[in-house]
Nanobody, 120 residues
Framework: QVQLVESGGGLVQSGGSLRLSCAAS????????MAWYRQAPGEQRELVAS???????NYTDSVKGRFTISRDNDKNTVYLQMNSLKPEDTAVYYC??????????????WGQGTQVTVSS
């Protein structure tokens, strides 16, 4: 059994910052790529940023230069530092991880989501 637990969401004014965290726990042999997605009301879930096990990153264009994804492999944790937040960043943010268990099977896992609201 694997769990992803997110924290760090909240309400912030436009231009402010938030830092999201997502910790993975359970039957983990290898924690592979990790990512943050978001879903605004009435919209499809979209990829915000991803990071490989060795630290290669990728960002959607709308957050480049403002968001930074990072990970701590010792803590099985991925972070999303969000600066210069805009009202259009308002969404539920979900952590995603590709995890290999001790049976050497890889599965995709999702966190429960954390609300980020940016007021204008």
């Amino acid at each position: 059994q694997v769990q992803l637990v997110e924290s760090g969401g909240g309400l912030v004014q436009s231009g402010g910052s938030l830092r999201l965290s997502c910790a993975a726990s359970g039957s983990i042999f290898n924690l592979n790529a990790m990512a943050w997605y978001r879903q605004a009301p009435g919209e499809q879930r979209e990829l915000v940023a991803s990071i490989t096990k060795v630290g290669s990153t990728n960002y959607t264009d709308s957050v480049k230069g403002r968001f930074t994804i990072s990970r701590d492999n010792d803590k099985n944790t991925v972070y999303l530092q969000m600066n210069s937040l805009k009202p259009e960043d308002t969404a539920v943010y979900y952590c995603n991880a590709a995890i290999t268990n001790w049976a050497l099977e890889e599965y995709d896992y999702w966190g429960q989501g954390t609300q980020v609201t940016v007021s204008s």
